[in-house]
């Protein structure tokens, strides 16, 4: 059970460090008279939610009302049903970098997620974003909250896919793209 209420705490975290750099992009677009000279996609994390089946108790005399029995972490649907939908891996939470090659379906859509990496980063002081992107191009699951050891003191908070090296390297590592400038 714990496991499952870290992993919807990753993904409550991932939406709301998303939320961070959309927010980022509208004050930035706000202040400007330039129209851009990109598209910006609109992407977001799988809605989520744990559910908790209890035992009602009295059926065993053994087992104490409201003791837990099982304990699901559901989450919405990934449709990949056409091209422009298909589950792509586009960065590995060990590279702040696309993992897809230029010539790949999604690279420029990989760029922009290196790009919200930055925005993440940069807004923390340097201390959380999200990797291990993956999904489509509408919708993303299963990431990875990267953050500096001074978060949490040591602590595991966000799962085993958090590398705090990957954050202290983050500035040498990452390569900055035309959504960055």
């Known amino acids: 059970m714990p496991k499952l209420f870290r992993e919807a705490n990753v993904l409550y975290w991932a939406k709301a460090l998303l939320g ?3 927010d980022f992009i509208e004050h930035a677009v706000a202040s400007t008279s330039e129209s851009l000279p990109f598209n910006i996609p609109h992407v977001r994390i799988v809605e989520a939610g744990l559910a908790i089946s209890f035992f009602p108790g009295g059926a065993k005399p053994s087992v104490k009302t409201g003791t837990t029995h099982v304990v699901f972490l559901l989450e919405e649907v990934i449709d990949c049903g056409d091209e422009d939908r298909d589950f792509t891996k586009f960065i590995h939470n ?3 970098n ?5 010539e790949d379906y999604g690279y420029d859509f990989a760029l922009f997620l290196a790009f919200t ?3 993440q980063y940069v807004k923390t002081g340097g201390l959380a974003f999200i990797s291990d992107y993956q999904g489509n191009t509408e919708l993303l699951m299963d ?3 990267m953050t500096d050891p001074s978060v949490s003191d040591g602590d595991d908070i ?3 896919g958090n590398i705090s090296e990957v954050v ?3 500035e040498k590592g990452h390569i900055c793209n035309n959504f960055c400038k």
């Open 20 to 22: 961070l750099v959309y």
């Open 94 to 96: 060990m590279d702040p």
């Open 98 to 102: 696309p993992l897809l090659d230029p």
């Open 117 to 119: 990496q930055h925005v």
């Open 143 to 145: 990431p990875q909250i």
């Open 158 to 160: 966000f799962g085993e």
């Open 168 to 170: 202290s390297e983050f």
